[in-house]
């Protein structure tokens, strides 16, 4: 067995967030956010803020390891991180990242983090083109394809329509996250539930989002984790959660530019799926929840898909409510409320979410859960994922 691998070497031995506003409603400068989701991640380990040496972000996060540190009073920075791309493609891959720089002794205590305040910069989910397009915008822009959600709905109408997916299979991913957030008094669409029948009426964005409900929120707050050696967690408040498998990236041309990908229809997880179970050493039948990233429903399809989770084949019979509601179902899916009713943190919520449900304080709790995994953002490239789990599952 190679010891090239980062399963069971380190550990999240806390976790912090702020509370989550809705897009530009944040009382807080974007960097404060920051700080207070590092704080929080640190009382939570029991561990001085000033302990921490190294910070690892992504999204193009605006929050600089410097000034968090200079902030902070940390003694020593060690490393920093940020990984390509925008967007949640890289919220397992920051984990990655620290936990690298942790095992490689690189630094000792990382704190893998992404804070986010629209109302002070430009909101995510609208165009910015300028006066002028370019890159692939330039083939694009003139043809009225603007926006992610425009992008990203000729993928998964193409996988849809190959494989005779109905639209109430992207109804079921909206409603388990709707579902769960009513049992979240963190989540921003708490108290606000969802039934089909409100789904059915909500107004079309774009096939085949035809629904309000199959899209983020944007919003504003800030999430941090703390990843420190997996022998000082043991020593530290909290059940350890261990880093099994991980891998960030894509498979061949899936950056191949104006939609001209080899493979068209996909989350571009290919590749990604394959080498995290190989470094978990599991499979899919093995992990009890799954917080999966959407940014659209359609995405959380594909990424179910080439994760090994769901067979396109059965799709519309497995994707129901009841296979994915906390505690009981089969397949207990973003139990905290999701990007979609949760908060849109860009993933890094679900992280935090996927500790909670290893230690045994979720509020949907999945009972006796030891395996989470966690998608990152699909269709963008380069995407990552993990798998994280306890004690007894090294």
């Not at 020593?235 to 939609?259: E, K």
């Not at 899919?284 to 659209?296: H, K």
């Not at 919520?349 to 998608?375: K, S, Y």
Request: charged share 20%; with cysteine; glycine share 10%.
């Amino acid at each position: 067995m190679s010891e090239r691998t980062l399963r069971g070497k380190v550990a999240i031995a806390g976790i912090g967030e702020t509370a989550y506003y809705k897009h530009g409603q944040s009382p807080d400068a974007e960097f404060k956010l920051a700080l207070r989701a590092v704080l929080a991640a640190c009382e939570d380990a029991g561990i001085d803020p000033r302990e921490v040496d190294g910070f690892a972000s992504y999204g193009d996060d605006r929050s600089q390891a410097v000034r968090l540190a200079a902030a902070l009073g940390i003694k020593e920075l060690r490393f920093s991180n940020m990984h390509w791309g925008g967007g949640g493609g890289g919220v397992a891959a920051s984990v990655a990242n620290a936990a690298a720089a942790v095992h490689s002794g690189l630094a000792n205590c990382v704190i893998a983090f992404r804070s986010l305040a629209q109302g002070q910069f430009a909101r995510y989910g609208l165009s910015r083109l300028g006066d002028t397009a370019k890159d692939d915008d330039a083939f694009l822009a003139p043809y009225g394809l603007i926006s992610p959600a425009q992008r990203f709905a000729m993928k998964i109408t193409r996988f849809m329509t190959e494989h005779g997916i109905r639209h109430e299979a992207l109804r079921s991913i909206a409603m388990a996250s709707y579902h769960h957030a009513q049992n979240n008094p963190r989540a921003v669409m708490h108290g606000r539930p969802l039934t089909e029948e409100k789904y059915d009426a909500s107004r079309w964005i774009i096939e085949p989002f035809h629904r309000l409900f199959d899209c983020c929120q944007e919003n504003d707050g800030a999430g941090a984790v703390l990843v420190v050696p997996a022998d000082r967690a043991k020593d530290l408040p909290h059940r350890p959660t261990y880093l099994l498998g991980t891998a960030q990236g894509g498979h061949h041309r899936s950056a191949a530019p104006v939609h001209n990908a080899p493979e068209y229809a996909s989350a571009h997880f290919p590749t990604v799926a394959k080498n995290m179970w190989a470094m978990a050493r599991l499979g899919p039948q093995d992990v009890d929840v799954v917080q999966a990233y959407e940014n659209f429903t359609g995405g959380v399809l594909l990424s179910l898909v080439e994760h090994g989770f769901v067979d396109p084949r059965t799709a519309n019979q497995f994707l129901v409510p009841e296979n994915l509601f906390a505690p009981s179902g089969k397949m207990p899916l973003n139990t905290s409320g999701g990007n979609l009713a949760e908060c849109y943190m860009h993933g890094l919520e679900m992280v935090n979410e996927a500790v909670r449900q290893l230690r045994g304080t979720a509020n949907n709790q999945v009972p006796d859960a030891e395996i989470v995994a966690v998608l990152g953002g699909p269709m963008v490239t380069p995407v990552s994922s993990l798998v994280l789990g306890t004690e007894a599952t090294l």
